[in-house]
Protein backbone atom coordinates (compact mmCIF):
# COMPACT_ATOMS: atom_id res chain seq x y z
CA UNK A 1 0.00 0.00 0.00
CA UNK A 2 0.88 3.42 -0.17
CA UNK A 3 0.58 5.30 2.99
CA UNK A 4 1.30 9.14 4.77
CA UNK A 5 1.95 9.16 8.20
CA UNK A 6 1.41 11.80 9.60
CA UNK A 7 3.16 12.50 13.42
CA UNK A 8 6.49 11.95 13.74
CA UNK A 9 7.03 10.43 17.45
CA UNK A 10 6.99 7.33 18.83
CA UNK A 11 3.88 5.55 17.16
CA UNK A 12 4.82 7.17 13.97
CA UNK A 13 8.29 5.90 13.88
CA UNK A 14 7.96 2.68 14.94
CA UNK A 15 4.38 1.65 12.77
CA UNK A 16 6.72 3.19 9.82
CA UNK A 17 9.01 0.72 10.51
CA UNK A 18 6.92 -2.24 10.40
CA UNK A 19 5.22 -0.87 7.37
CA UNK A 20 8.72 -0.33 5.85
CA UNK A 21 9.56 -3.88 6.60
CA UNK A 22 6.20 -5.44 5.47
CA UNK A 23 6.60 -3.90 1.78
CA UNK A 24 4.77 -1.16 1.77
CA UNK A 25 5.62 2.36 0.62
CA UNK A 26 5.62 5.49 2.91
CA UNK A 27 5.03 8.75 0.60
CA UNK A 28 5.45 11.01 2.65
CA UNK A 29 6.19 11.81 6.35
CA UNK A 30 3.79 14.90 7.69
CA UNK A 31 4.66 16.43 11.41
CA UNK A 32 4.63 19.93 12.80
CA UNK A 33 8.28 18.88 13.70
CA UNK A 34 10.24 19.53 10.68
CA UNK A 35 13.40 18.07 11.73
CA UNK A 36 11.47 14.74 13.61
CA UNK A 37 9.79 14.26 10.15
CA UNK A 38 12.59 14.78 7.90
CA UNK A 39 14.89 12.25 9.86
CA UNK A 40 12.22 9.66 9.70
CA UNK A 41 12.12 10.71 5.64
CA UNK A 42 15.58 10.20 5.40
CA UNK A 43 15.80 7.06 7.31
CA UNK A 44 12.62 5.84 4.88
CA UNK A 45 14.36 7.00 1.68
CA UNK A 46 11.01 9.79 1.22
CA UNK A 47 9.63 13.10 1.57
CA UNK A 48 8.47 15.13 4.66
CA UNK A 49 6.71 18.39 5.48
CA UNK A 50 6.13 20.46 8.28
CA UNK A 51 2.67 21.71 6.47
CA UNK A 52 -0.36 19.83 6.93
CA UNK A 53 -1.98 21.89 3.47
CA UNK A 54 1.39 20.35 1.62
CA UNK A 55 0.34 16.69 2.15
CA UNK A 56 0.41 14.10 -0.71
CA UNK A 57 -2.83 13.39 -1.85
CA UNK A 58 -1.98 10.29 -3.92
CA UNK A 59 -1.79 7.68 -0.88
CA UNK A 60 -4.09 4.82 -0.25
CA UNK A 61 -4.32 5.45 3.28
CA UNK A 62 -3.21 8.12 6.03
CA UNK A 63 -2.08 6.79 9.49
CA UNK A 64 -2.39 9.76 12.03
CA UNK A 65 0.14 9.03 14.43
CA UNK A 66 -0.08 11.73 16.84
CA UNK A 67 -0.51 12.53 20.70
CA UNK A 68 -4.51 11.92 21.60
CA UNK A 69 -4.55 15.37 22.27
CA UNK A 70 -3.19 16.98 19.07
CA UNK A 71 -5.78 14.49 16.85
CA UNK A 72 -8.29 16.87 16.72
CA UNK A 73 -6.48 19.37 15.57
CA UNK A 74 -4.92 17.60 12.60
CA UNK A 75 -8.43 16.53 11.78
CA UNK A 76 -9.82 19.85 11.74
CA UNK A 77 -7.18 21.18 8.93
CA UNK A 78 -7.15 17.93 6.78
CA UNK A 79 -9.61 17.00 3.68
CA UNK A 80 -9.08 13.40 2.04
CA UNK A 81 -12.09 12.64 -0.07
CA UNK A 82 -12.11 9.28 -0.75
CA UNK A 83 -9.03 8.17 1.29
CA UNK A 84 -8.43 5.94 4.30
CA UNK A 85 -7.69 7.69 7.60
CA UNK A 86 -7.21 6.41 10.65
CA UNK A 87 -5.41 7.58 13.97
CA UNK A 88 -3.97 5.07 16.18
CA UNK A 89 -5.41 6.31 19.68
CA UNK A 90 -6.92 3.52 21.77
CA UNK A 91 -9.13 6.36 23.92
CA UNK A 92 -10.26 8.47 20.96
CA UNK A 93 -13.36 7.66 19.42
CA UNK A 94 -12.78 7.20 14.99
CA UNK A 95 -15.81 10.12 14.80
CA UNK A 96 -13.27 12.32 15.22
CA UNK A 97 -11.83 11.87 11.64
CA UNK A 98 -15.09 11.76 9.89
CA UNK A 99 -14.80 15.70 8.28
CA UNK A 100 -11.92 14.46 6.28
CA UNK A 101 -13.25 11.92 4.60
CA UNK A 102 -15.76 8.72 4.55
CA UNK A 103 -13.81 6.11 5.07
CA UNK A 104 -11.99 6.55 8.65
CA UNK A 105 -11.25 4.23 11.37
CA UNK A 106 -8.59 3.30 14.09
CA UNK A 107 -5.47 1.54 14.10
CA UNK A 108 -4.30 1.29 17.20
CA UNK A 109 -0.99 -0.44 17.72
CA UNK A 110 -0.88 -2.48 21.38
CA UNK A 111 2.85 -2.27 22.20
CA UNK A 112 4.97 0.39 23.91
CA UNK A 113 6.16 2.07 21.53
CA UNK A 114 9.70 4.21 21.37
CA UNK A 115 11.37 5.16 18.20
CA UNK A 116 15.53 4.83 19.85
CA UNK A 117 15.02 1.14 20.31
CA UNK A 118 16.27 -0.93 17.11
CA UNK A 119 14.39 -4.18 17.39
CA UNK A 120 11.08 -4.02 16.33
CA UNK A 121 8.42 -5.66 18.89
CA UNK A 122 5.80 -7.73 18.30
CA UNK A 123 2.56 -5.63 17.81
CA UNK A 124 -0.73 -6.76 18.53
CA UNK A 125 -3.11 -4.18 16.26
CA UNK A 126 -6.96 -3.22 17.10
CA UNK A 127 -8.34 -1.75 14.40
CA UNK A 128 -11.83 -0.22 13.42
CA UNK A 129 -13.73 1.00 10.61
CA UNK A 130 -16.50 3.18 9.40
CA UNK A 131 -17.69 1.31 6.03
CA UNK A 132 -16.47 -1.72 4.15
CA UNK A 133 -13.59 0.22 2.67
CA UNK A 134 -11.75 1.68 5.48
CA UNK A 135 -12.83 -2.03 7.35
CA UNK A 136 -10.85 -3.40 4.51
CA UNK A 137 -8.01 -1.50 4.09
CA UNK A 138 -7.27 -1.66 7.79
CA UNK A 139 -7.47 -4.66 8.53
CA UNK A 140 -5.09 -5.53 5.65
CA UNK A 141 -3.19 -3.03 6.47
CA UNK A 142 -2.99 -4.46 10.04
CA UNK A 143 -2.71 -8.54 8.86
CA UNK A 144 0.80 -7.21 6.86
CA UNK A 145 2.71 -6.16 10.18
CA UNK A 146 1.03 -8.09 12.65
CA UNK A 147 0.09 -11.30 11.06
CA UNK A 148 -2.59 -13.06 12.79
CA UNK A 149 -2.59 -10.51 15.98
CA UNK A 150 -5.34 -8.52 15.01
CA UNK A 151 -8.51 -7.69 16.30
CA UNK A 152 -11.53 -5.92 15.14
CA UNK A 153 -11.79 -3.56 18.54
CA UNK A 154 -14.58 -0.52 19.04
CA UNK A 155 -14.23 2.19 21.60
CA UNK A 156 -14.87 0.43 24.17
CA UNK A 157 -12.63 -2.44 23.85
CA UNK A 158 -9.76 -0.06 23.12
CA UNK A 159 -10.43 2.04 26.17
CA UNK A 160 -10.65 -1.43 28.20
CA UNK A 161 -7.52 -2.81 26.68
CA UNK A 162 -5.60 0.58 27.37
CA UNK A 163 -6.46 0.17 30.75
CA UNK A 164 -4.94 -3.21 31.18
CA UNK A 165 -1.89 -2.14 29.12
CA UNK A 166 -1.27 0.70 31.78
CA UNK A 167 -1.30 -2.01 34.59
CA UNK A 168 0.62 -4.63 32.66
CA UNK A 169 2.99 -1.87 31.55
CA UNK A 170 3.39 1.44 33.40
CA UNK A 171 3.03 0.14 37.09
CA UNK A 172 5.40 -2.75 36.55
CA UNK A 173 8.06 -0.02 35.26
CA UNK A 174 7.51 2.32 38.05
CA UNK A 175 8.38 -1.04 40.22
CA UNK A 176 11.42 -1.43 38.37
CA UNK A 177 12.33 2.32 38.46
CA UNK A 178 11.95 2.60 42.12
CA UNK A 179 13.39 -0.74 42.36
CA UNK A 180 16.43 0.62 40.59
CA UNK A 181 16.31 3.65 42.88
CA UNK A 182 16.83 1.26 45.96
CA UNK A 183 19.80 -0.27 44.81
CA UNK A 184 21.34 2.75 43.93
CA UNK A 185 21.09 4.22 47.37
CA UNK A 186 21.98 0.23 49.03
CA UNK A 187 25.06 -0.39 46.38
CA UNK A 188 23.53 -3.32 44.85
CA UNK A 189 23.77 -4.01 41.06
CA UNK A 190 19.79 -3.53 39.84
CA UNK A 191 21.56 -4.96 36.37
CA UNK A 192 21.49 -8.14 38.55
CA UNK A 193 17.58 -8.42 38.93
CA UNK A 194 17.43 -8.23 34.66
CA UNK A 195 17.04 -12.45 34.52
CA UNK A 196 14.79 -12.17 37.00
CA UNK A 197 12.74 -9.67 35.47
CA UNK A 198 12.72 -11.38 32.15
CA UNK A 199 11.71 -14.69 33.48
CA UNK A 200 8.52 -13.33 35.23
CA UNK A 201 7.32 -12.06 31.82
CA UNK A 202 8.61 -14.78 29.81
CA UNK A 203 7.06 -17.36 32.47
CA UNK A 204 3.16 -16.29 31.75
CA UNK A 205 3.03 -17.39 28.27
CA UNK A 206 2.51 -21.08 29.95
CA UNK A 207 1.05 -20.39 33.05
CA UNK A 208 -1.16 -17.33 34.35
CA UNK A 209 0.17 -15.00 36.61
CA UNK A 210 -2.28 -16.36 39.46
CA UNK A 211 -0.19 -19.51 39.35
CA UNK A 212 2.75 -18.11 38.75
CA UNK A 213 3.47 -15.86 41.74
CA UNK A 214 6.13 -16.49 44.36
CA UNK A 215 7.41 -14.58 46.82
CA UNK A 216 6.93 -13.90 50.66
CA UNK A 217 3.63 -12.92 50.22
CA UNK A 218 2.01 -15.63 48.47
CA UNK A 219 3.87 -18.14 51.29
CA UNK A 220 2.51 -16.10 53.99
CA UNK A 221 5.71 -15.52 55.21
CA UNK A 222 5.37 -12.37 57.85
CA UNK A 223 8.51 -12.61 59.10
CA UNK A 224 10.33 -12.17 56.07
CA UNK A 225 7.65 -9.27 55.18
CA UNK A 226 8.35 -7.28 58.13
CA UNK A 227 12.39 -7.03 57.89
CA UNK A 228 11.14 -6.28 54.25
CA UNK A 229 9.38 -3.15 55.86
CA UNK A 230 12.15 -2.71 58.08
CA UNK A 231 14.45 -2.37 55.32
CA UNK A 232 12.90 -0.12 53.17
CA UNK A 233 11.56 2.26 55.56
CA UNK A 234 15.35 2.65 56.83
CA UNK A 235 16.26 3.30 53.49
CA UNK A 236 13.61 5.99 52.54
CA UNK A 237 14.25 7.51 55.40
CA UNK A 238 17.69 7.62 56.12
CA UNK A 239 19.49 7.39 52.75
CA UNK A 240 19.82 9.96 49.78
CA UNK B 1 31.97 -32.30 42.27
CA UNK B 2 29.77 -34.71 44.10
CA UNK B 3 26.42 -33.22 45.45
CA UNK B 4 23.82 -34.03 47.65
CA UNK B 5 20.65 -31.86 47.69
CA UNK B 6 18.59 -31.64 50.84
CA UNK B 7 14.90 -30.35 49.41
CA UNK B 8 12.59 -31.59 46.81
CA UNK B 9 10.66 -27.94 46.09
CA UNK B 10 11.26 -25.34 43.31
CA UNK B 11 14.79 -24.44 43.99
CA UNK B 12 16.03 -27.96 44.36
CA UNK B 13 14.66 -28.85 41.35
CA UNK B 14 16.29 -26.05 39.24
CA UNK B 15 19.49 -25.74 41.08
CA UNK B 16 19.65 -29.77 40.42
CA UNK B 17 19.22 -29.69 36.58
CA UNK B 18 21.65 -26.74 36.76
CA UNK B 19 23.94 -28.55 38.38
CA UNK B 20 23.43 -31.62 36.03
CA UNK B 21 24.02 -29.81 33.19
CA UNK B 22 27.09 -28.18 34.35
CA UNK B 23 28.17 -32.09 34.57
CA UNK B 24 28.30 -32.29 38.74
CA UNK B 25 27.34 -35.83 40.18
CA UNK B 26 24.36 -35.49 42.51
CA UNK B 27 24.93 -38.81 44.49
CA UNK B 28 21.19 -38.21 46.32
CA UNK B 29 18.03 -36.73 47.26
CA UNK B 30 16.72 -35.75 50.41
CA UNK B 31 13.61 -35.11 51.45
CA UNK B 32 10.54 -35.05 54.01
CA UNK B 33 8.13 -35.49 51.11
CA UNK B 34 9.64 -39.09 49.43
CA UNK B 35 7.40 -39.01 46.61
CA UNK B 36 9.17 -35.24 45.64
CA UNK B 37 12.41 -36.68 46.23
CA UNK B 38 12.42 -39.78 44.23
CA UNK B 39 10.85 -37.78 41.15
CA UNK B 40 14.01 -35.60 41.02
CA UNK B 41 15.94 -38.74 42.10
CA UNK B 42 14.04 -40.55 38.57
CA UNK B 43 14.93 -37.51 36.65
CA UNK B 44 18.71 -37.26 37.63
CA UNK B 45 19.66 -40.96 37.41
CA UNK B 46 20.18 -41.12 41.40
CA UNK B 47 18.86 -42.09 44.52
CA UNK B 48 16.78 -40.51 47.20
CA UNK B 49 15.37 -40.99 50.55
CA UNK B 50 12.98 -39.46 53.37
CA UNK B 51 15.51 -39.94 56.21
CA UNK B 52 17.87 -37.42 56.93
CA UNK B 53 19.85 -40.02 58.69
CA UNK B 54 19.96 -42.32 55.91
CA UNK B 55 21.91 -38.89 54.17
CA UNK B 56 24.95 -40.02 52.38
CA UNK B 57 28.02 -39.04 53.12
CA UNK B 58 30.61 -39.23 50.61
CA UNK B 59 29.84 -35.94 48.89
CA UNK B 60 31.99 -33.12 48.91
CA UNK B 61 28.74 -30.24 48.89
CA UNK B 62 25.60 -30.24 50.42
CA UNK B 63 22.59 -28.03 49.57
CA UNK B 64 19.89 -27.24 51.62
CA UNK B 65 17.76 -26.09 49.63
CA UNK B 66 14.25 -26.21 51.87
CA UNK B 67 12.03 -23.17 52.74
CA UNK B 68 13.67 -20.67 55.13
CA UNK B 69 11.62 -21.63 58.60
CA UNK B 70 12.59 -25.58 57.53
CA UNK B 71 16.24 -24.90 57.72
CA UNK B 72 16.90 -24.97 61.35
CA UNK B 73 14.97 -28.36 61.85
CA UNK B 74 17.14 -29.46 58.81
CA UNK B 75 20.12 -28.68 60.85
CA UNK B 76 19.12 -29.67 63.72
CA UNK B 77 19.89 -33.40 62.85
CA UNK B 78 22.42 -32.92 60.30
CA UNK B 79 26.50 -33.96 61.06
CA UNK B 80 28.69 -34.34 58.01
CA UNK B 81 31.92 -32.82 59.77
CA UNK B 82 34.49 -31.73 56.96
CA UNK B 83 32.08 -31.38 54.16
CA UNK B 84 30.53 -28.02 52.70
CA UNK B 85 27.58 -27.60 53.59
CA UNK B 86 25.40 -24.28 52.02
CA UNK B 87 22.09 -23.03 52.12
CA UNK B 88 20.06 -21.36 49.43
CA UNK B 89 18.00 -18.99 51.42
CA UNK B 90 18.11 -15.12 50.92
CA UNK B 91 16.85 -14.04 54.26
CA UNK B 92 18.89 -16.72 56.64
CA UNK B 93 22.35 -16.13 58.20
CA UNK B 94 24.98 -18.94 57.13
CA UNK B 95 25.60 -18.95 60.94
CA UNK B 96 22.42 -21.27 61.38
CA UNK B 97 24.63 -24.34 59.90
CA UNK B 98 27.49 -24.22 62.03
CA UNK B 99 26.87 -26.76 64.64
CA UNK B 100 26.90 -29.49 61.03
CA UNK B 101 30.36 -28.69 59.75
CA UNK B 102 33.10 -26.36 60.06
CA UNK B 103 32.35 -25.19 56.57
CA UNK B 104 29.58 -23.88 56.07
CA UNK B 105 27.89 -20.86 53.77
CA UNK B 106 25.12 -19.74 51.44
CA UNK B 107 24.16 -20.26 47.79
CA UNK B 108 21.26 -18.08 47.00
CA UNK B 109 19.93 -18.35 43.35
CA UNK B 110 18.47 -15.16 42.65
CA UNK B 111 16.20 -16.10 40.60
CA UNK B 112 12.27 -17.30 40.88
CA UNK B 113 12.59 -20.92 40.56
CA UNK B 114 9.70 -22.93 39.60
CA UNK B 115 10.28 -27.06 38.64
CA UNK B 116 7.01 -27.24 36.16
CA UNK B 117 9.04 -24.93 33.66
CA UNK B 118 11.24 -26.63 31.26
CA UNK B 119 13.71 -24.07 30.10
CA UNK B 120 16.16 -23.47 32.96
CA UNK B 121 16.43 -19.48 33.15
CA UNK B 122 20.17 -17.65 33.44
CA UNK B 123 20.58 -17.44 37.76
CA UNK B 124 22.67 -15.22 39.44
CA UNK B 125 24.41 -16.44 42.15
CA UNK B 126 25.12 -14.78 45.40
CA UNK B 127 26.94 -16.80 47.82
CA UNK B 128 29.45 -16.38 51.14
CA UNK B 129 31.26 -18.97 52.71
CA UNK B 130 32.56 -19.04 56.57
CA UNK B 131 36.31 -20.03 55.99
CA UNK B 132 38.74 -20.61 52.66
CA UNK B 133 37.13 -24.16 52.04
CA UNK B 134 33.54 -23.12 51.90
CA UNK B 135 34.64 -19.85 49.58
CA UNK B 136 36.45 -21.58 47.41
CA UNK B 137 33.92 -24.94 47.08
CA UNK B 138 30.67 -22.19 46.66
CA UNK B 139 32.24 -19.53 44.65
CA UNK B 140 33.65 -22.26 41.55
CA UNK B 141 30.28 -24.12 42.24
CA UNK B 142 28.41 -20.73 41.27
CA UNK B 143 30.62 -20.14 38.41
CA UNK B 144 29.68 -23.56 36.75
CA UNK B 145 26.29 -22.71 36.92
CA UNK B 146 26.21 -18.60 36.75
CA UNK B 147 29.27 -18.13 34.84
CA UNK B 148 30.09 -14.33 35.25
CA UNK B 149 26.82 -13.45 37.66
CA UNK B 150 28.37 -14.59 40.54
CA UNK B 151 28.56 -12.68 43.23
CA UNK B 152 29.94 -12.84 47.10
CA UNK B 153 27.56 -11.31 49.67
CA UNK B 154 26.95 -11.21 53.03
CA UNK B 155 23.67 -11.72 54.85
CA UNK B 156 22.81 -7.39 54.76
CA UNK B 157 23.03 -7.47 50.60
CA UNK B 158 21.48 -10.72 50.29
CA UNK B 159 18.60 -9.61 52.24
CA UNK B 160 18.48 -6.17 50.38
CA UNK B 161 18.65 -8.15 47.06
CA UNK B 162 15.49 -10.35 48.33
CA UNK B 163 13.66 -7.21 49.22
CA UNK B 164 14.47 -5.66 45.21
CA UNK B 165 13.56 -8.84 43.95
CA UNK B 166 10.38 -8.74 45.67
CA UNK B 167 9.32 -5.74 43.73
CA UNK B 168 10.45 -6.35 40.69
CA UNK B 169 8.60 -9.69 40.44
CA UNK B 170 6.17 -10.39 42.60
CA UNK B 171 4.58 -7.19 42.60
CA UNK B 172 4.55 -7.07 38.64
CA UNK B 173 3.36 -10.20 38.41
CA UNK B 174 0.49 -9.76 41.43
CA UNK B 175 -0.57 -7.02 38.50
CA UNK B 176 -0.27 -8.94 35.95
CA UNK B 177 -2.76 -11.64 38.04
CA UNK B 178 -5.04 -8.54 38.05
CA UNK B 179 -4.92 -7.51 34.27
CA UNK B 180 -5.55 -10.95 33.63
CA UNK B 181 -8.48 -10.62 36.27
CA UNK B 182 -10.00 -7.60 34.56
CA UNK B 183 -9.73 -8.95 30.99
CA UNK B 184 -11.71 -11.95 31.54
CA UNK B 185 -14.29 -9.93 33.35
CA UNK B 186 -14.71 -7.51 30.27
CA UNK B 187 -14.24 -10.05 28.07
CA UNK B 188 -10.55 -8.83 26.76
CA UNK B 189 -8.39 -11.63 25.57
CA UNK B 190 -5.04 -11.21 28.09
CA UNK B 191 -2.61 -13.00 25.70
CA UNK B 192 -2.53 -10.18 23.58
CA UNK B 193 -0.70 -8.24 26.37
CA UNK B 194 2.04 -11.04 26.26
CA UNK B 195 3.71 -8.98 23.89
CA UNK B 196 3.67 -5.37 25.80
CA UNK B 197 5.04 -7.69 29.11
CA UNK B 198 7.89 -8.96 27.14
CA UNK B 199 8.83 -6.05 25.49
CA UNK B 200 8.94 -3.72 28.78
CA UNK B 201 10.65 -6.36 30.88
CA UNK B 202 13.71 -6.85 27.68
CA UNK B 203 13.84 -2.89 26.89
CA UNK B 204 15.23 -2.35 30.28
CA UNK B 205 18.60 -4.25 29.30
CA UNK B 206 19.13 -1.18 27.39
CA UNK B 207 18.41 1.77 29.18
CA UNK B 208 17.25 2.24 32.79
CA UNK B 209 13.53 1.93 34.02
CA UNK B 210 13.03 5.52 34.67
CA UNK B 211 13.55 6.36 31.25
CA UNK B 212 11.74 4.03 29.56
CA UNK B 213 8.42 5.28 31.18
CA UNK B 214 5.73 5.35 28.97
CA UNK B 215 2.00 5.94 29.59
CA UNK B 216 -0.94 8.41 30.55
CA UNK B 217 1.00 9.63 33.85
CA UNK B 218 4.34 9.83 32.47
CA UNK B 219 2.62 12.45 29.75
CA UNK B 220 0.28 13.89 32.61
CA UNK B 221 -2.17 13.17 30.48
CA UNK B 222 -5.55 13.82 33.36
CA UNK B 223 -7.95 13.14 31.00
CA UNK B 224 -6.85 9.37 29.93
CA UNK B 225 -6.33 8.78 34.06
CA UNK B 226 -10.00 9.79 35.05
CA UNK B 227 -11.47 7.77 32.04
CA UNK B 228 -9.23 4.51 33.35
CA UNK B 229 -10.02 4.99 36.73
CA UNK B 230 -13.51 5.13 36.21
CA UNK B 231 -13.67 2.48 33.95
CA UNK B 232 -11.68 0.44 37.03
CA UNK B 233 -14.57 1.52 39.64
CA UNK B 234 -17.06 0.19 37.24
CA UNK B 235 -15.97 -3.26 36.61
CA UNK B 236 -15.37 -3.68 40.21
CA UNK B 237 -18.46 -2.80 41.62
CA UNK B 238 -20.59 -4.31 38.98
CA UNK B 239 -18.81 -7.37 37.46
CA UNK B 240 -18.37 -10.87 39.20
Known sequence: MEIVIIGAGNAAAVLGRKFKTAGHHILQVVSRSASAA???AYEWNTVSTNYLSA??????VYIIAVADDAIAEVAKDLKLPGKVVAHTAASVSMDILKAITKHYGVFYPLQSLR?????????????????????????????SIAEEKVTEAGDDARLKLHVAAVIVINFPNHLYALAEEYCRKEGLDFK????????????????????AQTGPAIRHDDETIQKHIALLKDSITTKA
Do not use: C, M, Y
Request: aromatic residues 4%.
Open 38 to 40: SEL
Open 55 to 60: INTNAE
Open 115 to 143: KDIKDLPDIPVFWEGNDDKAKKTLETLAH
Open 192 to 211: QLLPLIEETAIRIKDISPAQ
